[in-house]
Nanobody
Framework: QVQLVESGGGLVQAGGSLRLSCAAS????????MGWYRQAPGKQRELVAA???????NYADSVKGRFTISRDNAKNTVYLQMNSLKPEDTAVYYC?????????????WGQGTQVTVSS
């Protein structure tokens, strides 16, 4: 089993920045891809960004150029730096981890952290 604990959500004005962190513990040797999903009210959960153990990154088109995902394998932690935030970025952000490479079918989920962007 793998446990994921997120931190760093909150309330920010449009144009501002937030940094999310997700620390993994447990059977982390089995994990390859890690990253973030988000779910806004009334919408489906969507993949925001993913990074493999080797450092390959993937972003949703809606966040490219504004969000940066990074990973510290020594600390078993993944980060999401969110800049130029927009009200439409408001959602619950979930850390996810997968034994595979794409993070399309996560094996593990965090509890979620709320990000609210005011206009």
């Amino acid at each position: 089993q793998v446990q994921l604990v997120e931190s760093g959500g909150g309330l920010v004005q449009a144009g501002g920045s937030l940094r999310l962190s997700c620390a993994a513990s447990g059977s982390i040797f089995s994990i390859n891809a890690m990253g973030w999903y988000r779910q806004a009210p009334g919408k489906q959960r969507e993949l925001v960004a993913a990074v493999t153990r080797g450092g390959s990154r993937n972003y949703a088109d809606s966040v490219k150029g504004r969000f940066t995902i990074s990973r510290d394998n020594a600390k078993n932690t993944v980060y999401l730096q969110m800049n130029s935030l927009k009200p439409e970025d408001t959602a619950v952000y979930y850390c996810a981890a997968e034994r595979g490479f794409t993070l399309r079918v996560p094996d593990y989920w965090g509890q979620g952290t709320q990000v609210t962007v005011s206009s």
